[in-house]
């Protein structure tokens, strides 16, 4: 069963371009989470959406934005990218239970913001 | 400011000593989940705990997850230098996962 896959791998971004990232989680999973990790604020949650529907959100600025597809998978876009927007951002994978889930990541997309 | 706080930050100890990697909260969490991450990948999922009290094993890993099910811990018996990584707990409330700043684990052979 293939895992969660995440495109592109890396992304070299300029200050003030906009960028997309995609995630195509495990088949059967409608439960897709994003999140940002950095060597100083570590793993924060960005948002999670189950059947195209965000049901949580964390504390980022407007210029994160997500999106589900029917299909589950999800992108992620961040607007006018500031350096510190440089970051691996994972996506995570789920069945999307309310009380208990196993989240499966994929390998990240490692974005640079020059 | 971390929802949990992971102690030791650093970890390094030889081939075939033992470790044990804390998780405290103030916050309840419905469940409770450890992940090994190596540089450059994703968090790989290791174990969840649900149940206040729970202990699970997994070969030479121990999980325990608090009474109060605000905190849990990790133990490693005999650590071998593949056992190397960033350990990271989340707790899972309200459709998302927050997690601790890691610890990292150095087994030196």
Known sequence: ?114 | TQLLEQSPQFLSIQEGENLTVYCNSSSVFSSLQWYRQEPGEGPVLLVTVVTGGEVKKLKRLTFQFGDARKDSSLHITAAQPGDTGLYLCAGFNDYKLSFGAGTTVTVRA
């Open chain 1, 1 to 114: 069963k293939a895992g969660v896959t995440q495109t592109p791998r890396y992304l070299i971004k300029t200050r003030g371009q906009q960028v997309t990232l995609s995630c195509s989680p495990i088949s059967g999973h409608r439960s897709v989470s994003w999140y940002q990790q950095t060597p100083g604020q570590g793993l924060q949650f960005l948002f999670e959406y189950f059947s195209e529907t965000q049901r949580n959100k964390g504390n980022f600025p407007g210029r994160f934005s997500g999106r589900q597809f029917s299909n589950s998978r999800s992108e992620m876009n961040v607007s006018t990218l500031e350096l510190g927007d440089s970051a691996l951002y994972l996506c995570a994978s789920s069945w999307g239970g309310v009380m208990n889930t196993e989240a499966f990541f994929g390998q990240g997309t490692r974005l640079t913001v020059v």
